[in-house]
């Protein structure tokens, strides 16, 4: 919830509450630690991205959600919408 130590200029958070989890959150997850590079709580070495693990965002009907900077909400995250944000982010 709260980061204790200093984050990339976007943090990417991946929900994987039972809900997001059966609708691909792990396989979202796993497609963004590897385009990346990085894992849980860690930073991409140009300081770009971290990536954390997060509970529910309470938009299951959307699943997999994953929030950017802790504001922006980004629903039905597959290969395609997780390129296209990455994309966006650089």
């Known amino acids: 919830m709260y980061d204790l130590k200093p984050v990339g200029k976007y943090k990417i958070t991946v929900?994987?509450?039972l809900p997001c989890a059966l609708s691909g959150g792990y396989h979202a997850?796993?497609?963004v630690q590897k385009k990346l590079g990085i894992g849980y709580g860690e930073t991409t070495p140009d300081g770009k991205f971290s990536l954390k693990e997060g509970e529910c965002m309470g938009a299951c009907g959307?699943?997999?959600v994953m929030i950017v900077n802790n504001r922006s909400m980004c629903s039905h995250m597959h290969p395609e919408q997780i390129d296209k944000l990455?994309?966006?982010c650089k």
Do not use: I
Request: some cysteine; proline content about 8%; aromatic content about 8%.
């Open 15 to 17: 929900c994987t509450n």
């Open 29 to 31: 997850c796993e497609y």
């Open 62 to 64: 959307d699943a997999p």
């Open 86 to 88: 990455l994309e966006e």
